[in-house]
């Protein structure tokens, strides 16, 4: 008898070039500010085009990181070889880095990987080990996502770094990103 493998999947991924913006970080103001306190850490933020994923990188941005942080920016795609997918995908994390530099002077580094989302994300997760794995959610009810399945959800239970999921936003909520 042999043993069953699992996660025999080819994984392969595209690293994006991305311009080369690299935040304006002032001097130190006080002594007890060196350089190993200032050091960032590394969160990881899974995107896509949807409305839902823009929210979680905007409270990813204001709520989350802060100078001298890296975002690593993972975007699952079926298909690495497919170039209209990989040229909307890169004009997507292009337009996100130069975001984050802007708002919260963030590096930025994206991979667009081949495969489920959710297991996609997990293997990056354990390949950067970040601080976090932002994501967002569609807000489905729990019998919604049980039947059609839930990224965030295999995420919240299979990663092994802190996974943080953001919810759509209500009227009200929404006024907290501003």
């Known amino acids: 008898m042999e043993p069953v493998k699992e996660d025999e999947e080819v994984y392969s991924w595209r690293e994006m070039e991305l311009p080369a913006l690299k935040p304006k970080v002032p001097e130190a103001e006080l002594e007890r500010e060196t350089g190993e306190r200032r050091r960032g850490r590394d969160i990881l933020i899974a995107v896509d085009h949807g409305p839902n994923s823009k929210h979680a990188f905007d409270w990813a ?97 299979n990663c092994k770094s802190a996974p943080v999921v953001i919810v759509p936003g209500k009227e009200a909520g929404d006024e907290s990103l501003i």
């Open 61 to 157: 941005l204001i709520h989350l990181c802060r100078l001298a942080d890296t975002i690593h920016l993972v975007h699952a795609v079926s298909s690495v070889n497919n170039e209209i997918v990989y040229e909307a995908s890169q004009g997507l994390m292009q337009k996100l880095a130069l975001e984050a530099v802007e708002v919260a002077m963030v590096m930025t580094e994206a991979r667009i990987v081949q495969g489920e989302a959710g297991k996609v994300i997990c293997k990056e997760a354990e390949r950067i080990k970040p601080a976090a794995v932002v994501m967002g959610t569609r807000g489905r009810s729990l019998m919604q996502s049980v039947l059609q399945g839930s990224v965030s959800e295999y995420c919240f239970h």
